[in-house]
């Protein structure tokens, strides 16, 4: 398949380990994988923060940027966010037909129509579960809000983290229950965030492991600074960097980008 990615903005500045990790991923897989050039952000830090009108050009941006994918040119559009992956399916079409333009709410949601987390894209579109991932380390999983409750996932990670080989995968208590990151949420509610936060890594240590993973690097840097700042010894890596991993390439060399792919965060060709 051809596959765009929607790199989302905290994988193309802050984290784009991720975003160059389901580059190597899918392209072992055997798919080719472009980054559109024009893409930006999705428009979702705007409509939660209650910016519908100037979430408009965001989302028009983001749709002329991925609307190759209706003419043909790519087959799906990956995004290895829940959270982005939400906003877009759920939300950019409402943003447009909010704001009179229904056109572009029409184009918008036509896109969203082809666009997948990843692990929605690897089980559901690809069929594939065992993606030839070797990760030898005691992993927990946390299902973020957005990818559990607006994407409806399920457990299509587990089913991917559990064919990794040499993985021991263990169980997250409380596991559904939010992180308390929330974007704004931890910025407004600072107190109830962090109330959140501690229930969650005193659940991460519960397990004794070694990798939290996760669909979404925002929950991710939060549970993350949490764990580093307690000093738990527990690392965090996207769902997409296990994946990825091979007994070539461990997530500690993935990170650093040496695919000769990578131009942006994601990795076009």
Same mark, same amino acid.
């Given at each position: ?22 580059? !190597?991923?899918?392209?072992? %897989?055997? #798919?080719?994988? =472009? ?26 941006? #983001? ?6 994918? %209706? ?18 399916? #759920? ?10 333009? &229904? ?6 949601? /036509?896109?969203?129509?082809? $666009?997948?987390?990843?692990?929605? +894209?690897?089980?559901?579109? +690809?069929?594939?579960?065992?993606? @030839?991932?070797?990760?030898? =380390? ?7 809000? #957005? ?7 399920? &457990?299509?990670?587990?089913?991917? %983290? !559990? /064919? ?5 995968? *263990?169980? +997250?208590?409380? *596991? ?6 929330g974007g704004t949420f931890a910025l407004k509610n600072a107190e109830t965030s ?13 397990? @004794?492991?070694?990798?939290? $993973? ?7 840097? =939060?549970? @993350?600074? @949490? ?15 296990? %994946? ?8 500690? /060399? ?16």
């Amino acid at each position: 398949m051809r596959i765009a990615l929607a790199a989302t903005c905290i994988g193309d500045v802050m984290f784009p380990q991720a975003p160059r990790a389901t580059v !190597r991923l899918l392209e072992r %897989l055997g #798919h080719e994988v =472009h980054v559109p050039d024009g893409q930006a952000c999705c428009g979702q830090m705007h409509v939660n923060t209650g910016y519908m009108a100037e979430a408009v050009p965001v989302v028009r941006n #983001h749709v002329e940027a991925f609307s190759p994918v %209706l003419d043909g040119e790519w087959d799906a559009v990956v995004v290895p966010s829940g959270s982005c992956t939400g906003s877009i399916r #759920h939300q950019q079409g409402m943003v447009c037909r909010r704001a009179g333009l &229904d056109a572009l709410g029409a184009r918008a949601e /036509a896109v969203a129509a082809k $666009t997948y987390e990843l692990s929605e +894209l690897l089980v559901d579109v +690809l069929g594939v579960t065992d993606v @030839g991932a070797y990760f030898p =380390h005691r992993v927990t999983y946390h299902p973020t809000c #957005h990818s559990l409750r607006m994407l409806h996932v399920g &457990d299509k990670p587990l089913r991917l %983290l !559990r /064919a990794v080989e040499g993985i021991d995968l *263990a169980e +997250l208590p409380g *596991a559904e229950s939010c992180c308390g990151f929330g974007g704004t949420f931890a910025l407004k509610n600072a107190e109830t965030s962090t109330a959140m936060l501690a229930d969650k890594m005193t659940s991460v240590k519960s397990t @004794g492991a070694e990798v939290l $993973t996760a669909g979404d690097s925002s929950c991710l840097m =939060h549970i @993350g600074g @949490g764990l580093s700042r307690i000093r738990a010894g527990v690392r965090t890596l996207h769902l997409a960097e296990v %994946l990825a991993s091979t007994r070539d390439t461990p997530p500690a /060399a993935a990170t650093t980008g040496s695919s000769g792919t990578t131009t942006r965060a994601g990795g076009a060709r």
